[in-house]
DNA sequence: GATTCCTTTTGGTATGACCAAATGAAATCT
DNA sequence: AGATTTCATTTGGTCATACCAAAAGGAATC
């Protein structure tokens, strides 16, 4: 008879993991400072630099250290953006075709529809402010298509920004990193800029007068046009 | 002067692994068959058993195999759950506190409010009948805590299975994995069970009357009950 | 003070070896 | 014959060593 699962199992690098992840949680690996040299490491903690480079490139994995290729690897406190950019690799391959991205989009959709009901009804003085200067920074960038993208982008982080919740300006950056190839390659015309930040208003507009419904159809409406604009620029149907 | 960014860097290992999630991702290496082994790869492609190792270790972070320690990696086609199974291990650091945990829930309360706003907008006659089925097995498990939190888990992953965004399914697998810990550790009580289902019910008779605002509210309800129970088992102020 | 040049350090890769667990086939038992 | 045990082989995990090219740091120079 077989004992089902033998939970033995293990990794001596995953000791090591947690041993250094404890170290740069605590500060004894202070954050932006580069990690020991493998040499180093494997000394002091007795292993071969098999099971150091092992283990430094779970780290790596996993958000808590940037490894670029022949550098010392950087100590990064984990935060909700070290936890996307372990997602980073996965992403990749979902969204190599029309449909992942679609996926994605439409979560965008159903939480910035979140975000903008949430605003509406709660946006204290100060969100307001930092709509508004995030709203006219968008105006004065009509002109400017890159600028433009810059404060579009700005204007919808501020909406995650209300939520006062962590995790989700982490979200938005996600969004705007694994969507920013879509976005680059689409014409960047002062009339499409126009409309969008009229869309822009149109949310903005609603959240002031405290319209949850008529935000999140604004934004919905923006977004999805939004999308039309990136079906146009592949040649897809919308 | 220098040349910006020097893009000449590479790890040998990374086109070994674009190599084998091409092969993985064309069917050569058919879902749940097990890779070659590591010395057959090392001849085959002229590699030292060393990038062979580093380059499995990656795919195995990115999910397109499963890597048991001593056992033979074995192939699984990139998913969504593939995905979020990546961000378990940093998700463990950014849960150890209690006001990760909260962030996190009230993530989760955001989405499932815009959830069940779609649903009751947009629900149709296969979904109000796995909701129902789902609210029934759910009302039939009062008494056996067990399976009242399994049925509970099932009520809400069907309110995910609604969208018909396959992302979504997968946040709730995430949700219910890292919110896991804190839930078993609660009290099972018959009495809170009913309260439970009460509130399953009030969500589902929302949704039947396509009352969006109803339907949030009564989740919204639910939902922070459920986090109140938490800070009690918890000694925590609410 | 900035630049150039050189030495040392360090990460990336290749080899080869050994062990324990996993695998699969042969031998054995029922 | 079919299931079980036994044993030889394969294979992943780890270690040790070596070499190279790039990075880092310091010394000599402009």
Known sequence: MEHDTDRKDSRASDEVVRLLS??????????????????SLMEELGIS???????VQSLSKQGLVVARPRHRPIVRKPGYEAAISALESVATHLLDNMTGVRNLFDTRIMIEAALVRQAAKEANREDIAALKSALEANRAAIAD????????NAFHGV???ISRNPVLPS???????????????????PERNEANYEAHRRIF?????????????????????????VCRTFDEQP
């Open 145 to 152: 298509s890159d600028e433009f993208y810059r404060t579009d």
């Open 205 to 229: 507009d609603a959240i002031l007068l405290r319209d949850p419904d008529a935000a999140e159809d604004a934004l919905r409406e923006h977004l999805n046009n939004a999308w039309k604009q």
């Open 49 to 55: 630099r098999t099971v150091v480079r092992e283990a």
């Open 22 to 39: 404890a170290k740069i949680q605590s500060g004894e690996y202070s954050d932006g400072s580069p990690l020991p040299a493998e040499r």
């Open 171 to 189: 979200i938005h950056k996600a969004y705007s990193t694994w969507l920013e190839p879509q976005w680059s390659q689409m014409p960047r015309l």
């Open 159 to 161: 909406l995650y920004d």
